[in-house]
């Protein structure tokens, strides 16, 4: 599936526009990775631990937005974001969103 940040897909002409697509996830730290990423912190420069755990989150919140699209008769996603937002100490949630299209090469 073709994805973008940008407006349009060049190449691709736009046939019909479905509407707001998402994928979403709640992701909690874990007293592992608290350990190891307050170790690191301590140290400074990257937090490995922590960096694995928003990747995870978005990697997550990526591919529900996929399937989201999928169901939903699309085969693009154009203006895709993120966004985080702490829930509660230690849990996160990861929103991943844009526009479902669907696209024919031009």
Do not use: F
């Not at 526009?17 to 709640?26: A, E, F, K």
């Amino acid at each position: 599936m073709l994805t973008t940040t940008a407006n349009d897909l060049p190449g691709y002409r736009i046939v019909r526009v479905i509407g707001v697509t998402r994928g979403i996830t709640v992701r909690s730290r874990n007293v592992v990775s608290d350990a190891i990423g307050g170790l690191q912190s301590m140290i400074g420069g990257r937090v490995g631990a922590y960096v694995k755990l928003a990747e995870t989150g978005r990697a997550e919140a990526y591919e529900a937005l996929l399937q989201h699209t999928r169901e939903a008769g699309g085969n693009a996603v154009i203006a895709l974001r993120y966004d985080a937002n702490d829930i509660m100490p230690g849990i996160t949630e990861v929103l991943c969103y844009g526009t479902a299209v669907v696209v024919e090469p031009v």
